[in-house]
């Protein structure tokens, strides 16, 4: 492999504490083809990446994720590895995480931080809140990831063109690990470093805002892939919300009060609670028939072929 064969894609805005390092870094392991996509940046990011070798590209609208699809439009080089600009990576480990989409065992490779992250990488909140999100795409998508919010990343080319991305914000490296699983490919994990952010460049993650609306696009996005997650979780929120009422209606009940309209109520939840089972369970066998169709289609191409 050619070391001008593998884009290395920054993602930037306001980096410039960090950014010429890093580039330096990647240079000094080898890799020369280096493109920042910067959002508009007022601190001289974009300067201090051209300076250093890299091709710099203005976003041309805003946030992480619609800097990333920019740029995946612009890429032709067979090999990409992603990773964030401000200096929590480091480019030595971009050999480790290239490897088993060389070796061609992988399309996709999430570099792990949850093994061996430093001290301070990460706030409590943080670590609870990455478990949390794991545990939910796990159950959302039966894959276990170790780290689907990454943002230090190796793909092939046919991967990343491959991959509907449409998320604007911080929810892209969800969107693409979403999108990886869905279109089949084969992805792997390898245990990276990951440092504390420096001092001078502040994080543009909120963790709340946008911790829900990672969780919502997991969420989202489950309901074609999963429908009786999907449609499971409120089925299961009516009902049991349903039981609770219901309970203590059955309870004053036998202590000689009627409540009538909480009465209607509780039926209402369980009716409608259960329904979400059935159009669940309606939606989970339309996809198993689509998939089948689908299959079907495919091998016939394969037979034509
Ligand atoms: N081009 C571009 N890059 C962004 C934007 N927001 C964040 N980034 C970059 O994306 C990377 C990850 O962002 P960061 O704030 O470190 O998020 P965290 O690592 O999840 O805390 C960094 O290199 C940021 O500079 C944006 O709106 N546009
Ligand atoms: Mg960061």
Redesign the pocket.
Same mark, same amino acid.
């Given at each position: 492999m050619n070391s001008a064969d593998v884009c290395i894609l920054?993602? @930037?805005?306001?980096?410039a504490a960090t950014i010429g390092q890093l580039i330096k870094d990647f240079k000094q392991e080898g890799f020369s083809n280096i493109l920042v996509?910067?959002?508009n940046s007022k601190d001289g990011t974009g300067q201090i990446a051209k300076a250093e070798g890299a091709k710099v590209v203005m976003?041309t609208g +805003?946030? +992480?994720g619609?800097?990333m699809i920019q740029a995946f439009g612009l890429i032709e080089s067979p090999y990409v590895i992603m990773v964030?600009?401000?200096g929590?990576y480091l480019a030595q480990e971009a050999h480790s995480i290239l490897k088993p989409v060389l070796e061609g065992h992988a399309d996709h490779v999430i570099g792990n931080r949850l093994e061996k992250y430093s001290q301070g990488a990460f706030t409590r909140l943080n670590l609870v809140g990455n478990h949390l999100i794991n545990m939910f795409f796990d159950i959302a998508y039966g894959v276990k990831l170790k780290d689907i919010?990454s943002?230090y990343r190796a793909f092939t080319l046919e991967s990343v063109k491959e991959l509907e991305l449409n998320k604007t914000g911080?929810e892209i490296e969800t969107e693409i690990s979403v999108e990886c699983i869905l279109k089949r490919q084969k992805v792997e994990e390898v245990p990276i470093t990951y440092l504390p952010?420096s001092e001078k460049g502040s @994080? +543009?993650?909120n963790p709340v805002k946008d911790g829900f609306r990672i969780g919502s696009t997991i969420y989202k996005l489950a309901k074609l892939h999963n429908p009786m997650f999907y449609f499971g979780i409120i089925g299961f929120i009516l009902i049991i919300t349903g039981l609770f009422t219901g309970t203590f209606i059955v309870v004053e009940w036998f202590r000689g009060t009627d409540h009538i309209p909480l009465t209607i109520l509780t039926t209402l939840l369980i009716i409608f609670g259960l329904q979400m089972f059935i159009f669940g369970t309606l939606s989970d066998f339309i996809l198993t028939l689509h998939r089948q169709t689908v299959r079907l289609i495919m091998e016939q191409n394969k037979q034509k072929k």
């Open positions: 920054i993602p @930037t805005l306001n980096e996509i910067d959002g976003q +805003k946030g +992480k619609q800097a964030d600009g401000d929590t919010l943002g911080f952010r @994080t +543009k993650l």
